[in-house]
């Protein structure tokens, strides 16, 4: 189902990622609920909810890095 509000994210996103990647998460997951309603358009047989998190978590990647030593989550930083 669709997220209001960062705060009803899942644990394992509201205790691992910065505020503004998850905004992003948010509305990406929100945008791909929408967009992959009809099973026909999801790859396999995965679930809309599945989908939708793997969206999300696309489009998190392409701003934010895990640091692996830290383990934290940190923006991008330009490669030249």
Request: glycine fraction near 4%.
């Given at each position: 189902?669709p997220?209001?509000?960062?705060h009803?994210?899942?644990a ?27 099973p ?9 909810e ?15 890095e895990?640091?692996e ?12």
């Amino acid at each position: 189902m669709p997220y209001r509000q960062t705060h009803e994210l899942p644990a394992s996103i509201k205790d691992h990622l910065p505020v503004h990647a998850q905004e992003i998460y948010l509305r990406a997951f929100n945008s791909a609920w929408d967009e992959y309603r009809d099973p026909g358009v999801r790859r396999g047989h995965e679930s809309r909810e599945e989908t939708a998190h793997k969206v999300a978590w696309a489009a998190v990647k392409k701003c934010y890095e895990k640091d692996e030593a830290s383990g934290r989550w940190h923006v991008k930083l330009p490669h030249d």
